[in-house]
């Protein structure tokens, strides 16, 4: 099998997701929704921007599919045209931000200011990762529209305070969440295996007022605990996490382990959430396309994406 097809992906890209129209952050025309690429935000030094192909391999992984006009996605629920005109109508793509390898305080201000500029036409950002340093700007940009509640899909919880004295970085963002005053409430499904936390951070998690669930839970329970879990008519944030699926259908991440949750109990949980309250916000992050094996991790979080681009599109408030 190839070893790195994912970089190989990037020389056919798509110019948008799905083929979707494009658009400016400047002038939006009253869409629904919007996907953003965003390399990153604060890598550690020591792995540096492992994922800043990420946005561009999503994109290209449904190359083939965009062009499927007519054809049935039974992924859908119920079945339903691949390419259906709402979606056309009211999703665009805006594209990549930049990404400064000197300069994190320019990114994360870059990214913080983009997400506002969406949320102020009253569309759903739609974030295409990076890695998750992306997070902490991301919901600070939501300060001031309500109260949130963060689902966050993930094997880690990511609540260390610093790392190599960085606070921003990709081990953080469930604590610097946990700072804000517009987020409420934090469920975060998927843990397993050995990550960066520390008993400590755990501790203060749990103190906090998180909602654990972890990926065990799910194995023994199913999905229906998470997602009831989801206040009726919350505004939610969708915190995506690659390596919070098997690494049996996504080998693309950094630190693959055994026992992750399925592809189906992904979109059963986004879906299941967003019949309970309002999507006001999602981001897929980690795809680190040096480690797929074919192409496979990356078309799992393009269906993943394909799948919440519908919700918005049929979604009646944004």
């Excluded at 997400?115 to 919901?139: C, H, K, M, Y």
């Excluded at 959430?273 to 078309?299: C, H, K, Y």
Aim: charged share 20%; proline share 5%; glycine share 12%.
């Amino acid at each position: 099998m190839a070893k790195n097809p994912g970089k190989s992906q990037i020389d056919k890209a798509a110019e948008t997701f799905m083929g979707l129209p494009a658009a400016e952050l400047s002038s939006l025309g009253g869409a629904r929704g919007v996907i953003l690429g965003v390399p990153g935000c604060t890598p550690y030094g020591s792995v540096g921007a492992y994922c800043a192909d990420g946005p561009a391999v999503i994109r290209a992984a449904l190359t083939g599919h965009a062009a499927s006009s007519g054809h049935v996605d039974f992924d859908a629920s119920p079945p339903a045209i691949f390419n259906e005109p709402d979606i056309a109508a009211s999703i665009v793509d805006s594209g990549d931000l930049p990404f400064d390898t000197g300069n994190f305080v320019a990114n994360r201000t870059r990214l913080r200011d983009a997400v506002t500029r969406i949320l102020d036409e009253g569309a759903v950002p739609i974030l295409l990762g990076g890695d998750d340093s992306i997070q902490t700007p991301f919901f600070e940009a939501h300060a001031g529209r309500g109260r949130f509640t963060i689902l966050q899909i993930d094997a880690h919880i990511d609540w260390r305070d610093e790392v190599q004295g960085e606070r921003f970085g990709l081990s953080s963002g469930m604590r610097r969440a946990s700072e804000m005053e517009h987020v409420e409430r934090i469920i975060q499904v998927g843990q397993r295996s050995i990550g960066s936390a520390r008993a400590a951070d755990l501790v203060d998690a749990r103190q906090w007022g998180v909602e654990l669930i972890p990926a065990r839970g799910v194995a023994q329970a199913g999905i229906t605990s998470a997602i009831e879990s989801v206040p009726e008519g919350s505004d939610i944030i969708v915190a995506l996490d690659c390596d919070a699926l098997d690494p049996s259908m996504m080998p693309a991440v950094m630190s693959r382990a055994p026992g992750g949750i399925s592809y189906w109990d992904v979109i059963n949980l986004i879906e299941g959430a967003s019949l309970r309250g309002n999507l006001a916000g999602f981001a897929i992050t980690e795809l680190m396309p040096d480690r797929d094996i074919d192409g496979m991790g990356a078309e799992v979080a393009a269906r993943i994406v394909a799948n919440v681009v519908r919700l918005v599109a049929r979604s009646e408030t944004c």
